[in-house]
């Protein structure tokens, strides 16, 4: 197998390539004058089982443009099937009609890399499941619950007393795959959004009162929905609320947000790479997700399952 990488998250490519021990393949990802975007593969890829790796983080239109210029060069070097691992799916939150005359981009992105040329699909906490539907090809979704609930177990003491509460009903089963493996309780935020990246807390369902919080959520992107739901936690009896993501987009003054609000921490997978603002933010910890996508690639190219992961 060969591993090609993108320029979105270049560490953690080079974090999966050393530990699968396998080298990245030789590529050049230039732009000419006008952003356009030229790709050469500087390697023989003839026959082989390739797997690019590129998240469709912010830039989020450039990054996925040069997803689909590799994966062409790629199938024009006679590759044998092409993976495309996204650790981050962009444009994973317009899964749906929000209303009259609105686009489904998922499900066109979805067909971008189609006809492309991908034969095959890997990404981590999918907005939501149903996208998985919007391919003709294979496609896996990894669920970071198993590395996120490992770093809670390792850095929460007297993991009784802790409370993991989702932002909004529709992350309850996601929240819920943490507290299982905590074996520890589930409480839930009733989130009102009154537009785009804006929402505020109706209710708490569930006690609270004098419990260590934990949100758990698949993205955090302008910061509101988890602030917002840390001091509602808080205002209701919490003695302390962190946060665990999935994928840190964190746009804007997100991480003026965080620092500046009530939580105690907030930890996220490298999924997407740290923005350079939030080099010196205390309150941002990251947990690489390298070892996943590295098993997930062995297993894939090995035909082996990628299911057992998550026993």
Do not use: W
């Not at 040329?117 to 998985?132: E, F, N």
Request: glycine share 8%; with cysteine.
């Amino acid at each position: 197998m060969k591993l090609l990488a993108g320029n979105s998250n270049r560490a953690l490519a080079e974090s999966v390539a050393a530990h699968l021990d396998v080298p990245l393949c030789r590529a050049t990802v230039k732009r000419f004058a006008d952003n356009e975007i030229f790709v050469t593969i500087d390697e023989n890829v003839r026959g082989e089982d390739v797997f690019v790796l590129q998240s469709t983080s912010y830039p989020a239109n450039d990054n996925l443009m040069e997803l689909l210029i590799c994966i062409d060069a790629l199938k024009r070097a006679s590759a044998k099937r092409i993976t495309a691992v996204m650790p981050y799916f962009g444009y994973a939150r317009q899964d749906r009609k929000t209303g009259g005359r609105t686009p489904i981009s998922a499900k066109l992105v979805a067909n971008l890399l189609e006809r492309a040329g991908a034969d095959r699909v890997l990404t981590m906490d999918l907005h939501s499941g149903q996208i998985q539907g919007f391919f003709d090809i294979p496609t896996d979704n990894l669920v970071s619950a198993p590395i996120l609930a490992a770093d809670i177990k390792e850095n929460y003491e007297k993991p009784g007393d802790l409370l993991i509460v989702s932002p909004d009903v529709g992350g309850v089963v996601r929240a819920l795959a943490v507290a299982s493996r905590l074996n520890a309780d589930l409480a839930i935020v009733d989130k009102r959004r009154s537009g785009p990246g804006k929402s505020e807390v109706a209710n708490i369902i569930g006690d609270v009162s004098g419990r260590r919080c934990i949100l758990f959520d698949d993205i955090i992107d302008g910061g509101g929905t988890l602030c917002n739901a840390a001091q509602a936690l808080l205002d209701n009896g919490a003695t302390e609320v962190s946060a665990y993501v999935s994928h840190g987009v964190l746009s804007g003054a997100a991480v003026d947000r965080v620092n500046a609000s009530i939580l105690k921490e907030l930890v996220m997978t490298d999924s997407v790479p740290p923005p350079e603002h939030a080099a010196n933010a205390g309150k941002l910890r990251y947990v690489s997700c390298d070892k996943l996508l590295g098993e997930a690639i062995r297993r894939i190219a090995n035909e082996e399952s990628v299911s057992k992961l998550f026993d």
